[in-house]
């Protein structure tokens, strides 16, 4: 058994997982690799790419089999389907394997997987694409970006062709890992020495002091810079949370939906170990993400509760200088770091979050001190979700928009932040697609 083909049986397994029993490809991946670490880093990375590209181009894909298959990609037996995906995948855009290796080995898998008998309709089907794939044309945009129909209809009405276009093409390009510094834990010098000598490619955001971006390691636990403490997994445009809340010594601060706890611990590191964060979330298994990541923050005014977001705590009434709703949603804005959910998402779905955060706000808004502030954020770029919410909250509530212009530097400047929210947008700015709004409670309400 070579090690190409090991690497090949790890990423149909994978694939498999994720495609056909509908599992989530983020985990399924990352437990693939905590499997298999005695792989070196060169496989494993062929492995993420595999898995990852073929789950963001599956449209893309099937579009393509379709048109050179006799038998449609929905009427093949699970295994075939899933061979010819990954390897019409690395056809179309992995330059370094040879078409003859990927057609070969697509064969050799077959054969494996007790399907001696389609091993000619594999390699007919692939030989026939291999020779075809510079005359393939797309038929519209939810196939050129992989995107269903209705995304693309929905975003193209909301934000214009050219702007989706942009959007979408974002998803489709790698992402590097984005951290945030700990500066309670660490100065900047020491960490960038940390992770330089640990052979990281460091490259620093321009935009925000405490966000770096990390290429060409390992693993991220081998690190003695996250083992420290010193850096914490966020995106850009969450960390602006933390810049947005901008909390005073001495605040306490509700986290309602805070796992895995990224914002908590920069609003806890921006405290200077004055105040307390409380993170809450819905069950144990959520507080113990957080938790990890408490202990290896170092922490001390910052703690975990299971605490349901839409049960009043009565305990909490009008206790917090800040509250930090960052709610579910249809995470439309990170389809680049999870690329499933484009094809979990339905109308009806994110009807149904929108309709579910407007619950949680009517819940947390009143542990809110008047005075006090509340941010709200979400992962995506769906105005329903997001403006509509914020309209629907201020109708609703004793809050008044916080004037947010200046907040996150000038370059990021939108003309709606004197309106107390911003909607970031992949591909235009650099970041994920990300919304935040902030209120403040008007004194004398309860």
């Avoid at 389907?81 to 019409?88: N, P």
């Avoid at 026939?128 to 794939?133: G, T």
């Avoid at 971006?213 to 850096?231: C, R």
Wanted: proline share 3%; charged share 25%; with cysteine.
């Amino acid at each position: 058994m070579t090690k190409d083909t090991d690497s090949r049986e790890i990423t149909l397994d994978i694939l498999m997982e994720i495609l056909e029993r509908g599992n989530y490809s983020h985990l399924v991946l990352r437990q693939a690799l905590n499997k298999y670490q005695y792989l070196d880093k060169m496989e494993r990375s062929f492995i993420s790419r595999i898995s990852d590209g073929t789950v963001e181009y599956l449209l893309q894909i099937d579009y393509v089999i379709n048109s050179f298959s006799s038998v449609k990609v929905k009427k093949m037996k699970p295994v075939i389907r899933t061979i010819l995906r990954m390897s019409v995948y690395q056809l179309l855009y992995m330059d370094r394997v040879p078409d003859s290796a990927v057609c070969n080995e697509a064969v050799k898998l077959a054969v494996k997987r007790k399907f001696s008998g389609l091993k000619g309709f594999v390699n007919g089907v692939l030989r026939n694409i291999s020779r075809n794939k510079e005359s393939i044309s797309w038929p519209d945009d939810s196939i050129r970006y992989s995107m269903p129909s209705w995304i693309v209809s929905m975003w193209q009405e909301t934000y214009g062709k050219e702007t989706a276009g942009i959007m979408m093409e974002s998803f489709l390009k790698s992402s590097v890992t984005t951290v945030r510094c700990n500066f309670a834990r660490a100065g900047k010098e020491e960490i960038l020495q940390s992770l330089e000598h640990q052979g990281v490619k460091v490259s620093q955001s321009g935009i925000s002091d405490g966000i770096l971006y990390l290429e060409q390691y390992d693993y991220l636990e081998s690190l003695e810079a996250f083992q420290k403490g010193y850096i914490q997994v966020q995106d850009l445009s969450s960390s602006f949370v933390g810049e947005i809340a901008d909390p005073k010594k001495g605040d306490f601060c509700i986290d309602v939906c805070g796992a895995p706890g990224g914002k908590s611990l920069h609003i806890a590191d921006k405290l200077q170990g004055t105040g307390m964060v409380e993170v809450r979330d819905l069950n144990d298994r959520k507080i113990a993400m957080v938790q990890e990541n408490m202990e290896r923050s170092g922490f001390q005014n910052i703690r975990a509760k299971v605490q349901d977001a839409l049960v009043l705590d009565q305990d909490s009434i009008e206790k917090a200088d800040i509250v930090i709703a960052d709610l579910p949603c249809s995470g439309l804005g990170i389809i680049g770091r999870k690329p499933d959910i484009k094809y979990r998402m339905t109308w009806e779905e994110l009807k149904s979050l929108a309709a579910l955060q407007r619950e949680i706000l009517s819940v947390v808004q009143s542990y809110v001190k008047p005075g006090g502030k509340l941010i709200f954020s979400t992962c995506t770029i769906d105005k329903m979700e997001n403006e509509d919410n914020v309209k629907w909250f201020l109708e609703q509530f004793p809050f008044d928009s916080i004037n947010l212009e200046g907040k996150l530097g000038r370059e990021l400047d939108s003309p709606t932040m004197k309106h107390g929210y911003i909607q970031l947008l992949p591909g235009i700015h650099p970041c994920d697609g990300f919304f935040i709004a902030a209120f403040q409670k008007k004194a004398g309400f309860n």
